[in-house]
């Protein structure tokens, strides 16, 4: 079993106002989280790996093929592979949760 301490995460800024942190990465899932500011938002984008995700704090709005789904805190979601999708934060607390990526997304663009 491996264990990725707190203190091993270090967020960056992917774009401004959203931070993503690497957290465990195993041979068929990788674990990321996030927090996004107010009025953040996470443009446009799609990626091979379907995303599971769970909101911990605050209400994140997803943008999916023209329409707006709100997931609240506690709520989980899924996200299929190769499907567009952007997200913002409209809230006035920063959105706070995990991604589960599969196939896992070792070495993530962002983290350059």
């Known amino acids: ?3 990725v301490h707190e203190d091993e995460t270090k967020p960056v800024e992917a774009v401004p106002g959203v931070h993503l942190t690497q957290e465990a990465t195993g041979e068929e899932t990788s674990v ?22 769970v909101i911990t704090q605050s209400t994140l709005t997803f943008l999916v093929d023209g329409e707006e789904l709100l997931v609240h805190e506690g709520d989980s979601y899924v996200i299929p592979g190769d499907e567009p999708h952007a997200a913002r934060n409209d809230t006035e607390i920063p959105v706070e949760g995990y ?11 962002w983290q350059d």
């Open 32 to 53: 990321q989280g996030f927090t996004i500011a107010p009025g953040a938002e996470v443009p446009v984008h799609s990626h091979e790996h379907e995303q599971a995700g």
């Open 99 to 109: 991604d589960i990526f599969s196939p896992p997304r070792p070495n993530p663009d």
């Open 1 to 3: 079993m491996d264990i």
